[in-house]
């Protein structure tokens, strides 16, 4: 059987980002703080199509994996995230950046339920069900309306939240998560 490139790249992807599922004990909600921020400039420049600004965000969070924890498991741990974002970072495309972008949001989604934050803002996980050619994909975002990093300005707001991941709960208020598929 041959596998084409792309199909071997997702699936060395698949496989680095269900390793992380287990954490390292060492991570703390601070270091995971560290990646939040930077993370969130890359979903929220996918989400506005602007490549420059994704790659930047995503120079930023490999910097930050550079001060995990000495812990072998964390220091492997944040290995794995720094090549996820390596990839956004040397993107030629916004595709090609999308598609790393999505085990990256897979991997610091739990890392974020499993570690925490040590920020008040909230985060959630979002959801569109029309990413990666109905295979869907998910990804944190800071508020409830949905900027949809996998369509950008095609389908910016294709998708719904599914739950708060962290933060303070927000006071009820109109759902503006967008359209579902």
């Excluded at 199909?7 to 680095?16: G, R």
């Excluded at 569109?128 to 869907?136: D, I, R, V």
């Amino acid at each position: 059987m041959k596998l084409s490139v792309k199909t071997l790249i997702a699936l060395t992807l698949f496989l680095t980002s269900s390793s992380l599922f287990a954490h390292s004990d060492a991570f703390t909600p601070a270091f995971v703080d560290s990646l939040v921020t930077p993370y969130l400039t890359i979903q929220t420049a996918l989400a506005s199509d602007d490549l420059q600004a994704a790659q930047a965000g995503a120079k930023t969070f490999v910097e930050a994996t550079k001060k995990a924890p000495e812990a072998e498991d964390a220091q492997a741990q944040a290995a794995a995230l720094r090549e996820l974002a390596e990839k956004i970072a040397a993107a030629e495309d916004l595709k090609s950046a999308r598609e790393a972008f999505f085990p990256l949001s897979t991997d610091l989604t739990s890392m974020v339920k499993h570690v925490g934050v040590s920020d008040k803002q909230p985060l959630y996980t979002a959801h569109c069900p029309m990413a990666f050619s109905g295979k869907g994909g998910d990804w944190i975002q800071s508020d409830k309306t949905i900027a949809n990093p996998y369509y950008g300005s095609k389908m910016l707001r294709c998708g719904s939240v599914k739950s708060q991941l962290a933060g303070e709960k927000a006071p009820e208020e109109d759902d503006h998560s967008g359209h579902h598929h």
